[in-house]
């Protein structure tokens, strides 16, 4: 999962800074102090690892067809400052299938040189090592004397770091060289990963120079933004450039998938139309508007749906409604499907009449729950129920879906009551603690929320709670996002096993109840 990001010269923020990331995460601040930077430079991470593009585009925005929302680098770099680099970074654990390091060389170039070993290899990462991440440094494209020669941004050069420590850093070489294209590579032969490999024997780091320059085309990796790797491109006629390059490519690549796992949910969830179709498969854009939530309950098997419904259930939300899907069926198919079973058609025959969900459209909808196991109760719309119902339909989705992952989600205590609020926190603990081992990014204002994670800790460390719904101070991070004179300031607060704050909350966030009953 993703475990940290790096933000400097994005949007509001213009210093460094650094957001360990936790199996829930909250980000708590006032209205626009910047808590949606930190979604906003996970998506322009993942856009200029995938695509190249140095251009933000709202994903909303994007489903809709609408592409004015594009932000190009100009509207993003802080302050509108074409002179200034922007810096991205991302942090993702280690897991065991990550360990494989494939490494690939040219059989002319093994024969051609002293390495005399096969056409490829694969390393495994021992266990000490984590975490991998990568930096971005993007900038406008400068001339001799740093003015600013275009309003849209590329990538000037990347990091990329075994265990917070960097290994590897390529530069474009305009920066450096200005005619000059091409890239050049700075390795850290002391790095700990290095080093280690170097001492087994398998490869000699310590015989290569410390630079290695790619002169007059890309370096040898071909992914995400190099556009896809092919095993016939050209790559380092050096081994342990090879090697290097391997490692750079498996960072690409674990962080690619990483992020494409994520799903950001958007502040304001749409409800289906009544005459829209469930899609078969969810996309970023769709769960951004909340949509794919719906796509995936219309689809989704039984075990799936009561899921859905415990936490809407009297027990936990009382939300009053349970989801209920039906099938809509075309009339004339059950006319001959009822026929086929008249005329005793043999099996084989008989296969098309069996196959009728395939020709049918599903529908999810609402049913009062004291009434939910009757086939005459009404079917009732998102759009019939309460806007906090609809509003938090996809968070619950989002936190029993199968596939785990790492959620966004902006105001998921949208539209609900106290009580409401304070449920949602279960609901969080409980999807990390369970098989989904999700983890979330909180954008949220709500302090029954955090009162009720705070509980929890304090069940947890007196033993007193279920397993399902401990935990612990290390799996909490709270953050506080405010600003000072323009800049995106952010400030962590900790809580003990008491569920108690350590440090008090800036601009007396919480005391507003206090304040209105004794000021």
């Known amino acids: 999962m993703i475990t940290g990001i790096s933000i400097e010269n994005f949007k509001g923020v213009r210093d460094r ?42 994903l909303t925005a994007a489903e809709n067809g609408d592409a004015r929302n594009e932000l190009s680098f100009e509207r993003l770099v802080h302050n509108h400052d074409l002179s200034q680099v922007m810096r991205l970074g991302v942090e993702c654990e280690l897991t065991q299938g990550d360990r494989n390091v494939s490494v690939n060389s040219m059989e002319d170039t093994a024969s051609s040189s002293d390495w005399g070993g096969p056409t490829s290899y694969e390393i495994s990462l021992p266990d000490e090592f984590r975490s991998i991440s990568i930096e971005f440094e993007i900038s406008s494209i400068l001339d001799g004397r740093d003015h600013a020669t275009s309003r849209t941004g590329f990538l000037r050069g990347f990091t990329v770091s075994y265990n917070d420590e960097p290994m590897v850093h390529v530069v474009d070489r305009r920066q ?82 990483r992020l494409s796992q994520r799903r950001t949910i958007g502040g304001i969830r749409d409800i289906p139309h009544r005459d ?67 005329q005793h058609e043999d099996p084989a025959r008989m296969q098309s009449h069996f196959e009728l969900q395939h020709r049918s459209e599903r529908r999810i909808g609402l049913v009062p729950e004291y009434d939910q196991f009757h086939d005459e109760s009404p079917f009732l719309h998102p759009s019939e129920v309460g806007t906090g119902l609809s509003q938090i339909i996809p968070v619950i989705v989002a936190c ?17 009551h106290p009580r409401l609020q304070s449920e949602l926190g279960d609901l969080f603990i409980h999807s990390f603690n369970t098989d989904q081992r999700n983890r979330f990014l909180l954008e949220t204002h709500s302090e029954h929320l ?70």
């Open 400 to 416: 029993i879906h199968p596939d785990p992952c790492f959620s966004s989600i902006a105001q998921p205590d949208l539209h609900l």
């Open 450 to 519: 955090i009162l009720r994670i705070l509980r929890r800790i304090r069940e947890t460390h007196a033993g007193t709670v279920r397993e399902e719904l401990k935990i612990a101070t290390d799996d909490l991070a709270i953050y506080y996002i405010s600003q000072d004179k323009g800049f995106t300031q952010i400030q962590m607060i900790e809580a003990d096993v008491r569920g108690e704050f350590i440090q008090p909350w800036p601009d007396d966030f919480f005391e507003l109840d206090f304040y209105e009953r004794f000021g």
């Open 17 to 58: 800074i650094h957001l360990g990331l936790r199996p829930i995460t909250l980000l708590f601040g006032a209205n626009s102090a910047g808590k949606s930077t930190v979604t906003d430079a996970l998506n322009f991470f993942e856009s200029v690892l995938t695509a190249g593009s140095a251009t933000f585009r709202d």
């Open 276 to 342: 829209s179709i469930p899609m078969p498969c969810n996309t970023s854009m769709r769960w951004s508007n909340g949509l794919a939530a719906w796509d995936y309950l219309a689809h989704c098997d039984r075990r799936s749906l009561d899921k859905v419904n415990y936490w809407l259930g009297s027990e936990r939300l009382g939300a009053r409604y349970q989801l209920k899907q039906r099938v809509l069926v075309d009339f004339q198919d059950c006319v001959d499907h009822v026929r086929a079973f008249e």
């Open 176 to 257: 450096k060289h200005g005619h000059l294209n091409g890239y050049e590579w700075t390795a850290d032969l002391n790095h700990p990963l290095l080093s280690e490999i170097d001492q087994s024997g398998e490869i000699q780091f310590s015989n290569i120079h410390h630079r290695i320059i790619a002169d007059d085309h890309d370096p040898p990796l071909k992914d995400g933004f190099y556009q896809a790797f092919s095993e016939q491109e050209e790559i380092p006629s050096d081994p342990a450039a090879t090697f290097l390059n391997a490692f750079v490519l498996k960072a690409f690549r674990t962080l690619k998938l």
